[in-house]
Protein backbone atom coordinates (compact mmCIF):
# COMPACT_ATOMS: atom_id res chain seq x y z
CA UNK A 1 0.00 0.00 0.00
CA UNK A 2 2.80 2.32 0.98
CA UNK A 3 4.37 2.32 -2.97
CA UNK A 4 1.02 2.59 -4.36
CA UNK A 5 0.53 6.00 -2.11
CA UNK A 6 3.89 7.38 -3.25
CA UNK A 7 5.54 9.10 -6.35
CA UNK A 8 3.73 11.45 -8.33
CA UNK A 9 -0.15 11.38 -8.31
CA UNK A 10 -1.43 13.29 -11.36
CA UNK A 11 -4.31 15.01 -11.48
CA UNK A 12 -5.81 15.60 -14.91
CA UNK A 13 -9.03 18.35 -15.68
CA UNK A 14 -12.32 16.62 -15.88
CA UNK A 15 -13.03 19.66 -19.40
CA UNK A 16 -16.32 20.58 -20.15
CA UNK A 17 -17.59 21.69 -23.34
CA UNK A 18 -21.40 23.29 -23.42
CA UNK A 19 -22.03 22.47 -20.42
CA UNK A 20 -21.34 18.66 -20.55
CA UNK A 21 -18.46 16.71 -19.39
CA UNK A 22 -16.10 16.08 -22.80
CA UNK A 23 -15.59 12.25 -21.90
CA UNK A 24 -13.29 12.21 -25.19
CA UNK A 25 -11.00 15.27 -24.06
CA UNK A 26 -10.90 13.58 -20.42
CA UNK A 27 -10.11 10.23 -21.67
CA UNK A 28 -7.63 12.01 -23.52
CA UNK A 29 -5.33 13.14 -20.24
CA UNK A 30 -6.06 9.88 -18.23
CA UNK A 31 -4.35 8.11 -21.04
CA UNK A 32 -1.89 10.25 -21.84
CA UNK A 33 -1.16 9.98 -18.02
CA UNK A 34 -0.88 6.43 -18.26
CA UNK A 35 1.35 6.37 -21.07
CA UNK A 36 3.81 9.07 -18.90
CA UNK A 37 4.09 6.52 -16.29
CA UNK A 38 2.69 8.53 -13.71
CA UNK A 39 2.55 6.55 -9.83
CA UNK A 40 -1.10 7.50 -9.58
CA UNK A 41 -3.89 9.30 -10.92
CA UNK A 42 -6.50 10.82 -8.80
CA UNK A 43 -9.78 11.99 -11.10
CA UNK A 44 -12.06 14.89 -9.94
CA UNK A 45 -9.83 16.52 -7.29
CA UNK A 46 -9.82 20.37 -7.43
CA UNK A 47 -8.27 20.79 -10.40
CA UNK A 48 -11.55 17.97 -11.84
CA UNK A 49 -13.68 20.42 -10.88
CA UNK A 50 -15.76 17.94 -8.17
CA UNK A 51 -17.71 20.29 -6.73
CA UNK A 52 -19.22 21.90 -9.90
CA UNK A 53 -20.02 18.15 -11.05
CA UNK A 54 -23.49 16.23 -10.72
CA UNK A 55 -23.56 12.28 -8.82
CA UNK A 56 -24.09 10.97 -12.35
CA UNK A 57 -21.10 13.07 -14.12
CA UNK A 58 -18.94 11.95 -10.92
CA UNK A 59 -19.66 8.50 -11.34
CA UNK A 60 -19.60 8.59 -15.25
CA UNK A 61 -15.99 10.49 -14.99
CA UNK A 62 -14.59 7.63 -12.26
CA UNK A 63 -15.41 4.76 -14.71
CA UNK A 64 -13.50 6.75 -17.65
CA UNK A 65 -10.44 6.96 -15.49
CA UNK A 66 -10.18 3.30 -14.56
CA UNK A 67 -11.18 2.34 -17.87
CA UNK A 68 -8.53 4.51 -19.58
CA UNK A 69 -5.77 4.52 -17.29
CA UNK A 70 -4.32 1.32 -18.99
CA UNK A 71 -3.58 -0.33 -15.39
CA UNK A 72 -2.46 3.03 -13.55
CA UNK A 73 -4.00 3.25 -10.28
CA UNK A 74 -6.95 5.75 -9.97
CA UNK A 75 -7.93 7.26 -6.92
CA UNK A 76 -12.03 9.31 -7.12
CA UNK A 77 -12.23 12.37 -4.90
CA UNK A 78 -15.63 11.88 -3.24
CA UNK A 79 -16.01 14.66 -1.02
CA UNK A 80 -19.27 17.13 -0.91
CA UNK A 81 -21.32 18.70 1.58
CA UNK A 82 -23.45 15.72 3.47
CA UNK A 83 -22.37 12.61 5.06
CA UNK A 84 -24.73 10.53 3.01
CA UNK A 85 -23.93 12.28 -0.26
CA UNK A 86 -19.90 11.40 0.33
CA UNK A 87 -20.94 7.92 1.07
CA UNK A 88 -22.70 7.84 -2.09
CA UNK A 89 -19.88 8.65 -4.59
CA UNK A 90 -17.63 6.04 -1.93
CA UNK A 91 -19.94 3.53 -4.26
CA UNK A 92 -19.98 5.14 -7.42
CA UNK A 93 -15.50 5.18 -6.88
CA UNK A 94 -15.98 1.39 -5.84
CA UNK A 95 -18.14 0.46 -8.51
CA UNK A 96 -15.94 1.91 -11.07
CA UNK A 97 -12.69 -0.03 -9.75
CA UNK A 98 -10.71 2.75 -8.10
CA UNK A 99 -7.72 2.14 -5.57
CA UNK A 100 -8.24 4.31 -2.89
CA UNK A 101 -10.84 7.51 -2.65
CA UNK A 102 -9.65 10.77 -1.84
CA UNK A 103 -11.40 12.87 0.62
CA UNK A 104 -11.56 16.48 1.91
CA UNK A 105 -14.17 18.04 4.31
CA UNK A 106 -16.06 20.29 1.85
CA UNK A 107 -17.85 22.91 3.91
CA UNK A 108 -20.35 26.02 3.68
CA UNK A 109 -21.24 26.34 7.02
CA UNK A 110 -17.91 25.96 9.29
CA UNK A 111 -16.96 22.66 10.23
CA UNK A 112 -15.39 22.17 13.79
CA UNK A 113 -11.96 19.56 14.20
CA UNK A 114 -14.99 17.09 15.77
CA UNK A 115 -17.18 16.88 12.60
CA UNK A 116 -14.49 16.44 10.51
CA UNK A 117 -12.76 13.86 12.59
CA UNK A 118 -16.56 12.05 12.11
CA UNK A 119 -17.10 12.41 8.53
CA UNK A 120 -13.49 10.52 8.10
CA UNK A 121 -14.50 7.95 10.68
CA UNK A 122 -17.89 7.66 9.17
CA UNK A 123 -16.36 6.93 5.62
CA UNK A 124 -13.57 4.53 6.83
CA UNK A 125 -16.58 2.29 7.99
CA UNK A 126 -18.25 2.27 4.94
CA UNK A 127 -15.68 1.15 2.22
CA UNK A 128 -12.74 -1.17 2.28
CA UNK A 129 -10.52 1.32 0.05
CA UNK A 130 -7.97 2.73 1.39
CA UNK A 131 -8.42 6.73 2.06
CA UNK A 132 -6.47 9.53 0.97
CA UNK A 133 -6.74 12.62 3.61
CA UNK A 134 -7.20 15.72 1.66
CA UNK A 135 -6.21 19.31 3.15
CA UNK A 136 -6.81 21.77 0.72
CA UNK A 137 -7.90 25.04 2.87
CA UNK A 138 -7.45 27.58 -0.18
CA UNK A 139 -10.93 25.61 -1.71
CA UNK A 140 -12.12 23.81 1.98
CA UNK A 141 -11.38 26.91 3.92
CA UNK A 142 -10.70 24.45 6.85
CA UNK A 143 -7.55 23.96 7.89
CA UNK A 144 -6.44 20.57 9.62
CA UNK A 145 -4.19 20.99 11.91
CA UNK A 146 -1.41 18.25 13.18
CA UNK A 147 -2.75 17.15 16.03
CA UNK A 148 -6.10 16.41 13.39
CA UNK A 149 -3.70 14.59 11.08
CA UNK A 150 -3.17 12.41 14.24
CA UNK A 151 -6.43 11.30 15.08
CA UNK A 152 -7.61 10.60 11.46
CA UNK A 153 -4.30 8.87 10.40
CA UNK A 154 -5.55 6.46 13.72
CA UNK A 155 -8.55 5.58 11.91
CA UNK A 156 -8.28 2.15 9.66
CA UNK A 157 -7.96 2.53 5.96
CA UNK A 158 -6.20 5.91 6.55
CA UNK A 159 -3.30 5.71 3.88
CA UNK A 160 -1.72 9.34 3.13
CA UNK A 161 -1.82 12.74 3.82
CA UNK A 162 -2.04 15.39 1.36
CA UNK A 163 -0.60 18.51 2.91
CA UNK A 164 -0.58 21.95 1.40
CA UNK A 165 2.88 23.40 0.02
CA UNK A 166 5.81 23.36 2.86
CA UNK A 167 8.07 26.39 3.75
CA UNK A 168 9.83 27.49 0.65
CA UNK A 169 13.11 27.18 3.43
CA UNK A 170 14.84 23.72 3.08
CA UNK A 171 15.33 23.42 6.99
CA UNK A 172 11.80 24.58 7.91
CA UNK A 173 10.39 22.43 5.22
CA UNK A 174 12.28 19.42 7.00
CA UNK A 175 10.62 20.19 10.22
CA UNK A 176 6.98 20.48 8.90
CA UNK A 177 7.37 17.23 7.55
CA UNK A 178 9.27 15.95 10.06
CA UNK A 179 6.32 17.04 12.66
CA UNK A 180 3.67 15.35 10.61
CA UNK A 181 5.70 12.38 10.30
CA UNK A 182 6.24 11.96 14.00
CA UNK A 183 2.73 12.02 15.10
CA UNK A 184 1.09 9.51 12.42
CA UNK A 185 1.94 6.04 11.54
CA UNK A 186 4.32 4.64 9.57
CA UNK A 187 2.23 2.96 7.11
CA UNK A 188 0.67 6.54 6.51
CA UNK A 189 2.15 8.30 3.62
CA UNK A 190 2.57 11.99 3.26
CA UNK A 191 1.88 13.89 0.18
CA UNK A 192 2.93 17.54 -0.89
CA UNK A 193 1.25 19.54 -2.76
CA UNK A 194 1.45 23.24 -4.00
CA UNK A 195 3.60 22.52 -7.01
CA UNK A 196 6.11 25.45 -6.53
CA UNK A 197 6.89 23.95 -3.36
CA UNK A 198 6.65 19.97 -4.68
CA UNK A 199 10.36 19.49 -4.75
CA UNK A 200 11.36 21.35 -1.31
CA UNK A 201 8.66 18.73 0.00
CA UNK A 202 10.11 15.61 -1.80
CA UNK A 203 13.19 16.19 -0.59
CA UNK A 204 12.22 17.43 2.82
CA UNK A 205 10.92 13.89 3.23
CA UNK A 206 7.30 14.12 1.51
CA UNK A 207 6.57 10.56 -0.17
CA UNK A 208 4.32 11.96 -2.55
CA UNK A 209 3.47 14.64 -4.80
CA UNK A 210 -0.07 15.24 -5.41
CA UNK A 211 0.39 17.66 -8.53
CA UNK A 212 -1.58 19.41 -10.29
CA UNK A 213 0.59 20.10 -13.55
CA UNK A 214 1.13 16.67 -13.44
CA UNK A 215 -1.56 15.94 -14.56
CA UNK A 216 -1.56 17.93 -17.72
CA UNK A 217 2.23 17.90 -18.08
CA UNK A 218 3.14 14.89 -16.74
CA UNK A 219 6.75 14.88 -17.75
CA UNK A 220 8.28 18.13 -15.77
CA UNK A 221 6.38 16.75 -13.18
CA UNK A 222 7.79 13.24 -13.19
CA UNK A 223 11.74 14.84 -13.48
CA UNK A 224 11.15 16.41 -9.92
CA UNK A 225 9.81 13.50 -8.46
CA UNK A 226 12.10 11.22 -10.08
CA UNK A 227 15.40 12.90 -8.61
CA UNK A 228 13.76 13.46 -5.18
CA UNK A 229 13.37 9.86 -4.93
CA UNK A 230 16.82 9.15 -6.29
CA UNK A 231 18.35 11.59 -4.03
CA UNK A 232 19.07 14.11 -6.66
CA UNK A 233 17.73 16.89 -4.49
CA UNK A 234 19.47 19.57 -6.40
CA UNK A 235 18.13 18.24 -9.83
CA UNK A 236 14.82 17.95 -8.46
CA UNK A 237 15.24 21.47 -7.15
CA UNK A 238 16.77 23.08 -10.95
CA UNK A 239 13.47 21.53 -12.62
CA UNK A 240 10.86 23.40 -10.46
CA UNK A 241 13.24 26.68 -11.04
CA UNK A 242 13.52 25.84 -14.54
CA UNK A 243 9.11 25.83 -14.19
CA UNK A 244 9.20 29.25 -12.30
CA UNK A 245 7.45 31.22 -14.92
CA UNK A 246 4.28 28.74 -14.37
CA UNK A 247 4.42 28.77 -10.34
CA UNK A 248 4.23 32.85 -11.12
CA UNK A 249 1.30 32.49 -13.25
CA UNK A 250 -0.29 30.64 -10.77
CA UNK A 251 0.43 32.94 -8.16
CA UNK A 252 -0.55 36.11 -10.25
CA UNK A 253 -3.69 34.42 -12.20
CA UNK A 254 -4.97 33.17 -8.68
CA UNK A 255 -4.15 29.99 -8.44
CA UNK A 256 -3.41 26.50 -10.79
CA UNK A 257 -6.68 25.87 -12.06
CA UNK A 258 -7.26 28.69 -14.73
CA UNK A 259 -3.91 28.26 -15.78
CA UNK A 260 -3.80 24.66 -16.44
CA UNK A 261 -7.04 24.74 -18.08
CA UNK A 262 -4.82 27.46 -20.55
CA UNK A 263 -2.71 24.81 -21.19
CA UNK A 264 -4.38 21.78 -21.92
CA UNK A 265 -6.87 24.69 -24.28
CA UNK A 266 -3.59 25.52 -25.71
CA UNK A 267 -1.71 21.96 -26.31
CA UNK A 268 -5.34 20.67 -27.82
CA UNK A 269 -5.71 18.59 -25.04
CA UNK A 270 -9.14 20.06 -23.92
CA UNK A 271 -11.63 22.18 -25.77
CA UNK A 272 -11.99 26.07 -25.95
CA UNK A 273 -13.03 27.17 -22.46
CA UNK A 274 -12.97 24.27 -20.42
CA UNK A 275 -13.80 25.37 -17.06
CA UNK A 276 -17.27 24.88 -15.49
CA UNK A 277 -19.05 28.29 -15.59
CA UNK A 278 -19.42 30.40 -13.81
CA UNK A 279 -15.54 30.20 -13.83
CA UNK A 280 -14.55 32.10 -17.01
CA UNK A 281 -10.79 31.08 -17.33
CA UNK A 282 -8.27 33.81 -18.50
CA UNK A 283 -8.60 36.96 -20.71
CA UNK A 284 -7.03 36.46 -24.09
CA UNK A 285 -4.04 38.45 -22.69
CA UNK A 286 -3.01 36.25 -19.75
CA UNK A 287 -4.06 33.49 -22.49
CA UNK A 288 -1.20 34.36 -24.57
CA UNK A 289 1.31 35.02 -21.61
CA UNK A 290 0.29 31.40 -20.64
CA UNK A 291 1.27 30.17 -24.31
CA UNK A 292 4.65 32.21 -24.79
CA UNK A 293 5.79 30.57 -21.28
CA UNK A 294 4.95 27.11 -22.86
CA UNK A 295 6.74 27.87 -26.12
CA UNK A 296 9.76 29.32 -24.10
CA UNK A 297 9.68 25.99 -21.66
CA UNK A 298 9.73 23.93 -24.30
CA UNK A 299 6.52 21.67 -22.69
CA UNK A 300 4.39 21.64 -26.07
Not at 266 to 288: D, S, W
Request: charged share 20%; hydrophobic share 45%.
Amino acid sequence: MISRFSGLSAFPLTPLQDDEVDERAFAGLVERLGAAEVDSITALGSTGSYAYLSPDERARVARLAVKHAGGTPVFVCVADLRTSQVLAHVRSAEAAGAAGILLTPMTYQPLTADDVFELFRTVTEHTDLPVIVYDNPGTTHFAFTTGLYARIAELPRIASIKIPGVPNDSVRARARVAGIRAVVPEHVTIGVSGDASAATGLNAGCDAWYSVIGGTLPEPALTITRAAQRGRTAEAVAESERLAPLWDLFAEFGGSLRVTAAIAEHLGLAPAQCLPLPIQGLTEAQRARVAAAVRDLDLG
